[in-house]
């Protein structure tokens, strides 16, 4: 399958943007997920998603700010973002994996497919 990540912008301190990642096949079988790289660091976990959309996990870092989602039927996932903060300035990634723990969700080695990121800056 290949991802095609796009919704990336710049965006002031407190505002709001909907990330998306379209698949090229059908997605209904992949666990889902977004990652994140930020300038000089190392790309870390963003929120994950099952197959079904009924579990969601999300890094402690943008709980209550972050939703993630998916519609099957479109073969998309998306992550809308609000109260945004300079600190989520970075490069956003979708990933797929074909099977998934609540522990291997978190993980970059966790996912077998990857988009190729679209970039969001966030201004104070």
């Known amino acids: 399958v290949q991802l095609q990540a796009s919704g990336g912008g710049l965006v002031q301190a407190g505002g709001s943007l909907r990330l998306s990642c379209e698949a090229s096949?059908?997605?209904?079988?992949?666990?889902l997920g977004w990652f994140r790289q930020a300038p000089g660091k190392e790309r870390e976990f963003v929120s994950a998603?099952?197959?079904?959309?009924?579990?969601?996990y999300s890094a402690e870092s943008v709980k209550g700010r972050f939703t993630i989602s998916r519609d099957n039927a479109k073969n998309t996932l998306y992550l809308q973002m609000n109260d945004l903060k300079p600190e989520d300035t970075a490069v956003y990634y979708c990933?797929?994996?074909?099977?998934?723990?609540?522990?291997?969700?978190?993980?970059?080695?966790?996912?077998?497919?990857w988009g190729q990121g679209t970039l969001v800056t966030v201004s104070s």
């Open positions: 990933a797929a994996a074909q099977w998934a723990t609540t522990e291997t969700m978190t993980r970059n080695d966790g996912y077998d497919y």
């Open positions: 096949g059908r997605i209904f079988s992949y666990y």
């Open positions: 998603i099952s197959m079904s959309g009924g579990s969601t």
